[in-house]
């Protein structure tokens, strides 16, 4: 855990603003981050969609500019989970758009420089007429250069071994802007804590929901670690959660997941509904930060923090959660 005195530098959250889904990268020496804001999550946006904010540590943000040029109307009035990729000498932003939660579809804009403007490509990544729903593209290269792209998607068949709801998927790319159209299932909802909600209407009939999402890929010592988030937010189980492989399409194990996520979870009365994360090193080059979201204490906004991501013997955890700043600061003076 953090101590004293790093908590007196460390002040969760790290951004004021809302910002969910926070997805971080580095380029020639700055970090970028982008995320949901409230206007793309509610489907009030106007102009350019998405924010993109710059930091020289992780830890301190500026807006930095507005970053996708508004497609056309016709796709949706929601915009969700934004990534990026650089590739070729552009930038890849990765994100979902449809109307509420309903008839997502993920699609892929370009740019020549981090902050924009990104200029959708024009076409869907997964056909909407064979996939109805798709959130949370996370684009990933491996060591051989080759790309892959994990998502979340709808699944309605069940029975002694999985559950229905979203649940997580990997293609491989041929290009940055095409898939290959055949996903492999990465993980399943198994648990009672990755249950959304009983008796959800969702496609015309009621469901026992299970929701995986927020997919973040990362290798170490050679294994595939798939980081996601999964239940629902409001309740104390919500959390960060992964699964791990040998090979980057699987098959994966979640072995060891059945009672709680074990990366980050809520922490009642002071950190609620962590989630969705994204994984950056620290300007040391070797520290490893989880950068996710979490409330404010009035459930008002979703807001970006960050804290150390170990390596245990165990598997990954986090350094953490480092409280909000109120109650950091009673800590710290006790």
């Known amino acids: 855990m953090f101590t004293a005195n790093t908590v007196a530098t460390h002040r969760n959250p790290v951004y004021a603003g809302y910002f969910a889904d926070p997805f971080v990268w580095k380029h020639e020496g700055s970090y970028y981050a982008v995320g949901t804001g409230e206007l793309e999550a509610t489907g009030h946006s106007v102009g350019k969609v998405f924010s993109i904010l710059r930091s020289s540590d992780l830890f301190h943000w500026q807006f930095a500019s507005n970053a996708l040029v508004r497609p056309a109307a016709e796709l949706g009035t929601h915009f969700w989970a934004p990534e990026v990729a650089y590739a070729n000498g552009q930038f890849y932003l990765y994100y979902s758009v449809g109307f509420e939660d309903k008839n997502h579809h993920l699609r892929v804009a370009v740019s020549q420089t981090p902050v924009g403007p990104y200029e959708d490509c024009g076409k869907a990544l997964i056909d909407p007429k064979t996939c109805s729903f798709a959130i949370d593209p996370h684009p990933f290269r491996d060591d051989d250069g080759k790309w892959y792209l994990f998502y979340a998607r709808d699944f309605l068949d069940f029975d002694g071994r999985v559950r229905a709801g979203t649940a997580l998927m990997v293609a491989p790319m041929h290009s940055m802007t095409e898939l290959d159209p055949e996903g492999k299932v990465v993980l399943r909802a198994r648990h009672d804590w990755q249950r959304f909600q009983?008796?959800?209407?969702?496609?015309?009939?009621?469901?026992?929901?299970?929701?995986?999402?927020?997919?973040?890929?990362?290798?170490?010592?050679?294994?595939?670690?798939?980081f996601y988030s999964g239940?629902?937010?409001?309740?104390?189980?919500?959390?960060?959660?992964?699964?791990?492989?040998?090979?980057?399409?699987?098959p994966y194990s979640d072995e060891g997941s059945q009672d709680r996520p074990r990366v980050l979870h809520?922490?009642?009365?002071?950190?609620?509904?962590?989630?969705?994360?994204?994984?950056?090193?620290?300007?040391?080059?070797?520290?490893?930060?989880?950068?996710?979201?979490?409330?404010?204490?009035?459930?008002?906004?979703?807001?970006?923090?960050?804290?150390?991501?170990l390596w245990t013997p165990d598997g990954p955890r986090c350094d953490g959660p480092t409280l909000p700043w109120s109650a950091a600061q009673s800590a710290a003076t006790v």
């Open 198 to 226: 009983d008796h959800r209407l969702m496609y015309g009939k009621y469901w026992d929901w299970h929701t995986l999402e927020g997919p973040c890929l990362r290798k170490h010592e050679g294994k595939y670690f798939c």
């Open 266 to 309: 809520t922490v009642c009365g002071e950190m609620i509904g962590p989630g969705h994360n994204s994984i950056a090193v620290g300007p040391d080059g070797q520290t490893e930060h989880i950068i996710y979201h979490a409330w404010d204490k009035d459930m008002t906004a979703r807001q970006m923090c960050v804290d150390r991501l």
């Open 231 to 250: 239940g629902r937010w409001e309740t104390e189980t919500y959390g960060v959660d992964y699964c791990v492989a040998d090979e980057v399409l699987g």
